[in-house]
């Protein structure tokens, strides 16, 4: 079975830009969570979407948003860049049984904002 | 609200040297609990998991046991190898929904 997948691996954007991310799930799994990893902050949650609505959202600004598809591929959005927004984008799937939360992590997209 | 604290790196060890990295956590309820590992250029992967009090998670050597009166889940190793040099993070999980917190994560860099 195919994992996670990321696209792309590797951005490089100027500030004010806008950046699209991609993420497609284990097949099967309908949780897609994303995440922001950075050295100084670590690994902080962004947000979650089951079957296409979002369900959980950590504390960033209105700049990043997202999505999921019926598919339960997922995209994220990061309108206006700041140079703060340099980061490995993690994107996240599991299977919705009780008790048994694991998520799977993709290879991540490097976001490098100029 | 449920939060996730590990010991803070980084740790250097020689091969075959015995590893704990330790984890406590907070939480409403009866979390799962979780250690992930991220090598150089990767996402992370899960590694051991354990769902309920008592239970102990193991995989590749590694292990850690579910203590829910020292709500702690500390990571083991017996005799760790360069190849097990990467960042370990301890998280937990709300079972009632998909909320799953990560501690900072814990460099571990094994030396020949």
């Known amino acids: 079975k195919a994992g996670v997948t990321q696209t792309p691996r590797y951005l490089i954007k100027t500030r004010g830009q806008q950046v699209t991310l991609s993420c497609s799930p284990i097949s099967g799994h309908r949780s897609v969570s994303w995440y922001q990893q950075t050295p100084g902050q670590g690994l902080q949650f962004l947000f979650e979407y089951f079957s296409e609505t979002q369900r959980n959202k950590g504390n960033f600004p209105g700049r990043f948003s997202g999505r999921q598809f019926s598919n339960s591929r997922s995209e994220m959005n990061v309108s206006t860049l700041e140079l703060g927004d340099s980061a490995l984008y993690l994107c996240a799937s599991s299977l919705e049984v009780p008790a048994s939360y694991e998520q799977y992590f993709g290879p991540g997209t490097r976001l490098t904002v100029t | ?112």
């Open chain 2, 1 to 112: 609200g449920n939060s996730v604290t590990q010991m803070e790196g980084p740790v250097t060890l020689s091969e075959e040297a015995f590893l704990t990295i330790n984890c406590t956590y907070t939480a409403t309820g009866y979390p799962s609990l979780f250690w992930y590992v991220q090598y150089p250029g990767e996402g992370l992967q899960l590694l051991l998991k354990a769902t309920k009090a008592d239970d102990k998670g193991s995989n590749k050597g590694f292990e850690a046991t579910y203590r829910k009166e020292t709500t702690s889940f500390h990571l083991e190793k017996g005799s760790v190898q360069v190849s097990d040099s990467a960042v370990y993070f301890c998280a937990l999980s709300d079972n009632n929904n998909n909320d799953m917190r990560f501690g900072a994560g814990t460099r571990l860099t094994v030396k020949p």
